[in-house]
């Protein structure tokens, strides 16, 4: 999230709403309607979806678009339209991404309109400070100053505390899943707005525009739709939580935390059941809680492991036996193959044939992102093998990129000293660039470029 220190007021009232929260569990908030449509909070929810960037809804309406018109217009007809009460949402535009790993499989993505998006920002910055107050410390998804890590540390306590049976558990479809009515009961628990209920039940059951790859237009949903919330919509990751609260909440409330001495650990829709003995039986009985709340437990992907026998992945990391420096086996943390193969996918994609029309700083600038990124957030745990085996890959990636772009003129099959020797210092210099960009660990298709280019340029 964007600092919003340029929106003191902003600021000032959501410490005020988290204070109130955390002093009073049961008090319900009300009058909150008339701060949504205040410029501020239009203004400070505006920066944040541009920062967030994001393909257009349905209207086809860009940031472009909007600030060609000027930004502080449009957030002041949008506030006129929210105070006169004559704002409707609009239809939801659903793409379909495919789910990695398993070819012919997709997951709905609902994109919200920019403006649409800029109301549901500015109700979720009065709403997460709210609720924020309720969530339990260990929900770690889209909440501010919690993170991914957070959750992977939690994790690796637990191991180290001896919750060594665990639940990898797996939700069926649970954005699509969320029943309206009791996710409004959740919601109705610390709001009394009518106002902001009715924005909020009006974005759950908005309609889904779709348009096949012949470009014929379906439109479902709307005021039929009894469950889901859309993923891709700016609050729906909050009406998540809110509703997820109540399995957390459920399994301390039943004691089930002491009688398996369990910890569960949750971001967004994953989550793993840390347990010192009877993991089955907590299986068992988070299946009987979450189908109490209308959620579904996928018993096919769903498993319970002994960590120190089989590994799970969480997050992106492989959780399991590991090996120190020393030779002496552990319960650690490791890149995931997947993570590992999503990587060399994207190397691959940045080192193309038909990425050869780029210079090879912009090339190298990229990579260095790419790189940065994932060791940024994989750099944790047990990364040797991992490193060095990624290393390798985009060292060669990088080597045949260079080797196609510097080709050899036509009909020059041979190996001829000082065109062939140019030719291998344009491209040591390119891996050279990439080398120092990327700080890779093990560089060695640049040794052998250095051994090939020695012998040529002379």
């Not at 009406?239 to 609260?245: D, E, K, P, S």
């Not at 910890?263 to 994953?270: C, L, M, S």
């Not at 002496?328 to 993570?339: A, D, I, T, Y």
């Not at 992102?369 to 994989?378: D, E, I, P, R």
Request: glycine share 8%; with cysteine; proline share 4%.
């Amino acid at each position: 999230m964007i600092s919003l220190s340029r929106w003191e007021k902003v600021e000032d009232l959501r410490a005020k709403l988290n204070g109130r929260a955390k002093a009073e569990p049961k008090f319900r908030f009300y009058s909150l309607y008339d701060k949504v449509y205040r410029m501020d909070f239009l203004e400070a929810a505006y920066a944040q979806c541009r920062a967030n960037d994001g393909a257009p809804g349905v209207d086809g309406e860009t940031f472009a678009d909007i600030e060609a018109r000027g930004v502080g217009a449009y957030l002041a007809e949008l506030s006129h339209e929210l105070k006169e009460l004559r704002y409707r949402p609009q239809a939801v535009r659903r793409v379909m991404i495919p789910k990695e790993g398993q070819p012919g499989k997709f997951r709905p993505l609902g994109i919200p309109t920019i403006r649409d998006r800029i109301v549901q920002q500015s109700v979720k910055l009065l709403l997460e400070p709210i609720f924020e107050a309720d969530f339990t410390d260990n929900a770690y998804g889209y909440r501010p100053g919690k993170s991914a890590l957070d959750a992977i540390q939690e994790v690796e306590r637990g191991l180290r505390n001896r919750q060594v049976n665990v639940v990898d558990g797996d939700l069926s479809k649970y954005f699509d899943t969320i029943p309206h009515d009791e996710l409004m009961r959740s919601v109705e628990r610390r709001l009394a707005d009518h106002k902001v209920l009715w924005l909020i039940r009006r974005w759950l059951k908005a309609p889904v525009q779709e348009r096949s790859e012949r470009g014929k237009v379906t439109i479902g949903g709307g005021k039929s739709t009894r469950v889901g919330t859309p993923q891709g919509g700016v609050i729906s990751p909050l009406l998540a939580n809110i509703y997820f609260r109540r399995f957390l909440v459920a399994w301390e409330r039943f004691g089930y935390d002491r009688k398996y001495q369990s910890r569960i650990v949750n971001y967004a829709d994953d989550f793993v059941i840390l347990c010192r003995h009877s993991a089955q039986a907590a299986q068992a009985r988070a299946q009987e809680l979450l189908e109490r709340i209308g959620l579904t437990l996928n018993t096919t992907k769903t498993r319970v492991v002994r960590a120190w026998q089989t590994s799970f992945d969480f997050l992106g990391y492989t959780f399991g036996v590991i090996r120190t420096k020393n030779g002496r086996e552990c319960l650690g943390k490791k890149p995931s193959r997947k993570s590992q193969q999503r990587y060399r996918d994207r190397v691959w994609e940045l080192t193309a044939a038909k990425q050869t029309r780029k210079r090879p700083e912009t090339v190298a600038a990229a990579l260095k992102a790419l790189t940065q990124g994932f060791w940024g957030y994989f750099g944790a745990g047990a990364t040797h093998d991992a490193r060095h085996a990624l290393d390798d890959y985009q060292d060669e990636r990088m080597l045949k990129w260079a080797q196609r772009k510097y080709r050899r003129s036509r009909g020059k099959k041979g190996k001829t000293g000082p065109e062939e020797g140019q030719r291998w210092e344009q491209i040591g210099a390119a891996m050279r660039m990439v080398v120092r960009s990327t700080e890779l660990k093990n560089p060695r298709g640049e040794r052998r470029l250095f051994a090939n280019a020695a012998s040529y340029a002379q």
